[in-house]
């Protein structure tokens, strides 16, 4: 049996379906040592998506963790 784990939009359970459908026995769940990292910032903000934050500067994650022994990372298992 292979697990998988996910954070960011795969925590939301619709976004999670839409990107591996056929995952089952999800579980709320955190991994130890690693910690998100907000790094990727966009100075033009919102262009295609929530255009009414248009125009306006934005961070979010860039996509990866990083070790840090004394963290945790939020996510679902399935």
């Not at 999670?16 to 790094?39: H, M, V």
Request: net charge negative.
């Amino acid at each position: 049996m292979k697990v998988i784990f996910g954070y960011g939009s795969l925590i939301n359970l619709e976004s999670l379906k839409a990107t591996a459908p056929n995952a089952e026995n999800i579980q709320p769940t955190y991994i130890k040592g690693f910690r998100r990292e907000f790094c990727m910032w966009d100075a033009d903000g919102w262009t295609e998506s929530n255009l009414d934050l248009a125009g306006q500067p934005m961070c979010a994650v860039d996509m990866h963790a990083v070790d840090d022994p004394e963290s945790r990372v939020n996510g679902v298992a399935f």
